[in-house]
């Protein structure tokens, strides 16, 4: 399954250069182990900036987080 998501440009190009591995979101996408994650960039006034990137779950995590609440690893 693919979750299109939106995500600030600070985040967006820390994942595309590939610095950040991972996403903190809530838990209302039944995420899955090899789901993909299409990230769409937002500016500062919440418009799409037309940049995409798409990354794969590779982990997922709930431990010690507050509640409804994940860490997913991303490739």
């Known amino acids: 399954m693919i979750h299109a998501l939106k995500t600030e440009s600070c985040y967006f190009w820390a994942v595309r250069n590939k610095i950040k591995t991972f ?44 509640e409804n609440i994940l860490v997913l690893g991303i490739l």
């Open 23 to 66: 996403e903190i979101r809530v838990n209302d996408r039944n995420y899955q182990v090899n789901d993909c994650l299409l990230l769409k960039e937002i500016d500062e006034n919440n418009n799409f900036t037309g940049q995409k990137t798409l990354v794969q779950i590779t982990y997922i995590c709930d431990y010690l987080q507050q």
